[in-house]
């Protein structure tokens, strides 16, 4: 800063930056003083106008009576109104029909998927993930394999009345002994390496077919003869991933660990604790519109992509 000031009469603060940088002391513009007064007028306008100071444990309501929540009511009852006018036919003809006749009309096909994707987001997404992509220990619904069958019928019966897979823990007879166990599950892995011809899983092969009876729900070859809430062994993708507590462990801890607790295994009336547990729940009582909606979905959950 400068020491004394070359410009004593323009009316500058003395401060003097680079020897001639100046801060003057002018008035702010007319423009600008009257927009600074009409801001003023506006915050006491909005003020009464509007909902806005806090009290203790409210605040004030404001001359107009206006709240978001009224504003976006209105506006969500008048674009209700238009899609029930806009789509009545379609909603109708979705109410009416049987899932199996729907899903051969192309636009109802395609209305229902449409009309299904914030249901999906909102009711099965934090389980099943985006596009029923899976979750770690939920399976996923954009592949071929079912627990419970892809027909859309089949489909439309696991949303309606949920479902729920028991596997018994050590064999249908609950008799393996940690060994057998350790052998059936490096069979079951080879399985789903499609290497379970081998010699070295004979003895694995011989307790699934024989003292496990593993076949009796997952087929002769690792494939569920009919859909019966059995995992299909010979998919590529894991049901059950690591053990509870550590979704790390490796595939074969993993697969002892199913074979060892079994699925939904109860002991006087309570889930044992280390059993897996797999419950698909009911929509019937969930969902709004469950009657219309349920199809909706079931339609929606065919296509993505492994329906039957
Ligand atoms: C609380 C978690 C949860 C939610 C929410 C959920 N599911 Fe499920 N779902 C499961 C589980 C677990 C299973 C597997 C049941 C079993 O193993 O028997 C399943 C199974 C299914 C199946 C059968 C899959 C097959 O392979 O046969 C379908 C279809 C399905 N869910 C669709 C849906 C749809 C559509 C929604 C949303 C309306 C939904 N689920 C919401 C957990 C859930
Ligand atoms: C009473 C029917 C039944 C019997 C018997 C049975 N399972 Fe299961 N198994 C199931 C069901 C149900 C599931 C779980 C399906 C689901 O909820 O996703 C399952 C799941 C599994 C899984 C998990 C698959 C994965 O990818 O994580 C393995 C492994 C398995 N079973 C192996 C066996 C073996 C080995 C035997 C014989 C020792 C056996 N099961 C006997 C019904 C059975």
Known sequence: MAQHNPWPDEGNTGHIWDEDLRE???????????????????????AVYYPTIPLVDSHTKGVAGWTQVEEYKEDFEVLNNWRERTFAAEEE??????????????E??????????????????????????????????????WLWGGSVKQIEASLEKGRV????????????????????ADYVIALAADEADSEQYAAGKAIYNGKGLCMACHGPQGKPVAPNGATNLTGSIPRFVGVPGNLQADRRDSVIHTITYGVNVKKDGN????????????????????DVNIKRLAIYVHELGGGQ
């Open 24 to 46: 003057l002391d002018n008035p702010p513009p007319l423009w600008w003083m009257l927009a600074f007064y009409a801001g003023l007028i506006m915050i006491v306008f909005y």
């Open 93 to 106: 003809k979705l109410a009416s029909m049987d899932v199996a006749d729907i899903i051969k009309d192309d």
């Open 108 to 145: 109802l096909r395609a209305y229902a998927v449409a009309t299904s994707k914030v249901l999906f987001g909102d009711y099965c997404m934090a389980c099943h993930g985006a596009n029923g992509s899976g979750n770690p220990n939920f399976p996923v619904l954009a592949d071929d394999n």
């Open 165 to 184: 897979g028991n596997m018994p823990a050590k064999g249908m007879m609950g008799n393996l002994n940690d060994e057998e166990i350790g052998q059936v």
């Open 271 to 290: 889930y044992l604790p280390e059993t897996r547990r797999a419950e698909m729940p009911s929509f019937k009582e969930r969902l709004p519109d469950a």
